[in-house]
């Protein structure tokens, strides 16, 4: 019998039965890194940010410096710094602005850095103390549309904000119990609207401020139980604006809805891998989730079990030739992650097998403008045009 199987994500978690995959919300697909000093190897990483290529950036605050991985964690670049004309000790959170320059906070130092793509020092600000512009240990850092950069002044107790050019602009927040003050913040993030969105540490909640840092609402409580904190970390958004905070003491990522209300949270039973103190968290274009594992010194990228579950239906349908049940599920995942290339290599396959022309040719059409130069695609094409011809012309003379 002719095997069709494709190997994609965690289809590769064969492992797994698909019932029990079904009361799963997140999955792990790919865990990378470990303890050490040597390239790619990690000693308490803290922030991580993403790049239009789904690169992945990661501060290794032990090691002082910065490792740039792709989204499967090959090891692509290494920025020192503590060790170079950086001077960097202890770097923390880390954006990137439109131009892919690279900023990140020194947490040691209380100065916040601007690097090029290359690891050259461009801009750096800061010193120790509690006036505009300067810091005591700095955190978090966001950044807006205009390339304005929010820097979580963690032992001041603010949010201090700054131009693309790292000139002062204003600042919020204070130390105390009520709206819009703050106990040790550490994570920020703007939603879609630029709202900030900012992890009130030790008071176990967000705190959520317009783009001028005026307080608008909070949520979140102290405790272990299902949906509450024990050191709300650092903070991301998916494409549909969910939001998802890492919970320090909980060793748990926890999801809100747009509307901040609590839907789950995984990380401490997920698949047999535990997180151990989770602190940075970064979603990709496709919503995969990269959580900065950080008391295990390494990352850990989760999907939807939607994904797993659909493609590993999709790839049993294709294995057993039933080519409409193939697609129904690949249209399932493409749903979900349109970018997967695996699986619209799958759902062209099956309409091909199931002689839908039309949509094959649409299909393999999708993948020649990825992969021009495919002859196998091609080939693909010209014989599913031929086939529909012959159909249309067979389908004439019995009319």
């Known amino acids: 019998m002719k095997k069709y199987s494709i190997f994609i994500l965690i289809i590769l978690l064969t492992f797994l039965s698909v019932n029990a995959m079904a009361d799963t919300n997140y999955i792990t697909i790919l865990t990378f890194g470990e303890y050490g000093n040597r390239e790619g190897e990690f000693n308490y990483p803290v922030g991580i940010t993403i790049d239009k290529n789904n690169n992945l ?78 810091f005591l240990n700095p955190r978090g850092i966001a950044i807006d549309k205009d390339d304005n950069i929010y820097v979580v002044d963690t032992g001041n107790n603010r949010i201090q904000i700054f131009s693309s050019d790292f000139t002062y602009i204003k600042q919020f927040g204070r130390e105390g119990m009520g709206d819009g003050e703050f106990y040790f913040p550490r994570g920020i993030a703007l939603d879609q609207d630029e709202n900030i969105y900012v992890a009130d540490t030790f008071h176990n909640q967000v705190q959520v401020f317009n783009n001028a840092g005026r307080f608008l609402r909070k949520f979140g409580e102290g405790g272990d ?15 549909k604006g969910n939001i998802y905070v890492t919970d320090y003491k909980n060793s748990k990522v926890v999801k809100f809805n747009k509307e901040e209300q609590f839907e789950l949270e995984f990380g401490n039973e997920t698949d047999g891998i535990r997180l151990n103190y989770p602190e940075g968290i970064a979603i990709d274009d496709r919503d995969y989730i990269f959580v900065v594992d950080a008391g295990n ?38 749903s979900l992650d349109p970018l997967n290339l695996p699986v619209r290599e ?54």
Do not use: M
């Not at 139980?225 to 494409?239: C, K, L, P, Q, V």
């Not at 790839?315 to 409409?324: M, N, P, R």
């Not at 403008?369 to 693909?380: A, E, F, M």
């Open 57 to 134: 950036y990661i501060t290794d605050w032990e090691n002082d410096r910065i490792q740039k991985f792709n989204s499967e964690g090959r090891l692509l670049k290494v920025i020192p710094g503590k060790d170079s004309e950086l001077k960097i000790d202890g770097p923390a959170g880390i954006v990137l602005d439109q131009n892919e320059n690279i900023i990140v906070v020194e947490q040691f130092n209380n100065r916040i850095h601007k690097i090029s793509p290359e690891g050259e020092s461009l801009i750096t600000v800061g010193k120790e103390g509690s006036g505009p512009g300067e």
């Open 225 to 239: 139980d299902i949906g509450e904190f024990n050191g709300t970390r650092y903070i991301a958004f998916d494409s």
């Open 297 to 334: 010194n390494r990352i850990i990228k989760f999907c939807t079990s939607k994904i797993v579950i659909h493609t590993k239906l999709g790839s049993k349908y294709l294995d057993e030739h039933k080519w409409g049940e193939a697609i129904s599920e690949f249209k399932q995942v493409i």
């Open 346 to 399: 799958a759902i062209a396959l099956a309409y091909y097998e199931n002689e839908e022309w039309e949509k094959a040719i649409e299909a393999y059409n999708y993948l020649q403008k990825v992969n021009p130069d495919d002859p196998k695609i091609k080939l693909k094409i010209i014989d599913s045009q031929f086939n529909l011809a012959v159909d249309y012309e067979k389908n004439s003379l019995f009319k």
